[in-house]
């Protein structure tokens, strides 16, 4: 791919999305921007370079850039301690301090396909019921994607997405066969929400705030710049008391002086005095 075409598309998700690819990766991008060149009917990305010079570029080709750029890879219960994390310290911490108030908001910021809030939904559902009768939850998932956020609101998942993190005992409780995908049930999906959001846009878009954040795996494709914005925003929306949890291979890239780094069970999150 030539340096020109590469560094306009990159610097184009770059100012949109926070997504910085470093050159090395040119290959990675010249494929997935074949696959949308091809489908929006030009030969090549060149092609596709030459009619966004020559005609410009709109909403819908930068979404669709974004959406091809973008890594998307999630499953259930990712990396599973985080989850006992929520279920074992994090979820009981909160509902005993939000006794008088009864509300939770917790916010799956890059929530790709959904698997995420629905793992925490079914959480929720399996191990506090008592909880969710008295108390309101609020579980928003969000995403720059509009292509993931489409999929996440159908919550209709292929037997390979099944079989990455999801027990049997949640499938069998939480899912319906039809022929060859499983539908998640109507009351696993009442509890999330589900909005495009771009994080760099967060804080101006969202005003509520949260007790639980979880921003895992997309941080690590930021730049530097974009991240320590990010990571500023999510801090200012979450309610003191409350927890940030960023992917297990990151880092909170900037500490305020109300941040306590814990660990438990082996997981980092970062608790706001
Ligand atoms: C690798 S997935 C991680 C999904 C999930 N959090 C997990 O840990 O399994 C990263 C997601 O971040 C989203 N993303 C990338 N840049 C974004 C941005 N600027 N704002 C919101 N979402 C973004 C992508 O669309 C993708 O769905």
Redesign the pocket.
């Given at each position: 791919m030539e340096k020109e075409i590469f560094h306009f598309f990159t610097a184009l998700v770059e100012k949109v999305?926070?997504?910085s690819f470093s050159p090395g990766k040119e290959y990675l991008v010249e494929s997935r921007l074949t696959e949308l060149a091809l489908s929006l009917g030009y030969k090549d990305v060149k092609s596709l370079y030459q009619a966004v010079i020559k005609k410009g570029i709109d909403h819908k080709l930068i979404n669709d850039i974004?959406d091809a750029l973008?890594?998307?890879?999630?499953?259930f219960f990712?990396d599973y301690h985080p989850f006992e994390v929520l279920r074992i310290h994090i979820f009981p911490e909160l509902f005993k301090k939000k006794v008088d108030e009864k509300r939770i908001n917790i916010w799956?910021?890059?929530?790709?396909?959904g698997?995420?809030p629905y793992s925490i939904a079914m959480l929720l559902l399996e191990y506090f019921p008592h909880y969710l009768q008295n108390y309101k939850i609020s579980i928003l998932a969000?995403?720059?994607?509009k292509k993931?956020l489409e999929k996440a609101k159908m919550g209709i998942y292929n037997q390979i997405e099944i079989n990455r993190g999801l027990p049997v005992t949640f499938l069998v409780k939480y899912f319906k066969q039809e022929g060859n995908h499983w539908h998640i049930d109507e009351k696993i999906k009442r509890f999330v929400k589900f909005e495009r959001?771009?994080?760099?846009e967060a804080s101006k878009k969202l005003f509520e705030r949260f007790d639980l954040i979880?921003?895992?795996?997309?941080l690590i494709?930021?730049s530097e710049e974009a991240k320590k914005r990010v990571i500023v925003d999510l801090w200012k929306m979450l309610n003191s008391g409350g927890y940030l949890f960023l992917?297990g291979t990151e880092i909170l890239a900037i500490t305020f002086p109300d941040t306590i780094k814990k660990i438990l069970n082996n997981t980092i999150c970062y608790y706001k005095k």
């Open positions: 999305a926070g997504i974004i973008t890594t998307n890879e999630t499953y990712r799956s910021a890059a929530c790709s396909t698997q995420e969000t995403d720059i994607s993931c959001i771009n994080l760099l979880l921003c895992r795996y997309v494709y930021f992917g």
